[in-house]
């Protein structure tokens, strides 16, 4: 189980993150269960809602992956 900080710590992260990057770290995520969004979902959903996608991905499977914290350019 994520502990708090994880969470804060996922959230936080996440929300920096641009679509290309939230949409590579779904396609890349290894999950219990097959993930079948397609390109096109992808690329027309919002990206608060990929965020809000991805986020729910790793509380459900309880599994942050190593995420890098982007840099500003």
Do not use: G, K, N, W
């Amino acid at each position: 189980m994520l502990a708090s900080d994880q969470v804060e710590e996922l959230i936080c992260l996440v929300a920096a993150m641009d679509r290309d990057d939230v949409i590579h770290h779904i396609h890349d995520y290894r999950a219990t269960f097959p993930l079948d969004f397609s390109d096109d979902f992808l690329a027309t959903v919002p990206l608060e809602r990929l965020r809000h996608i991805f986020i729910a991905l790793c509380l459900q499977q309880q599994h942050a992956p190593s995420l890098v914290m982007p840099t500003a350019a």
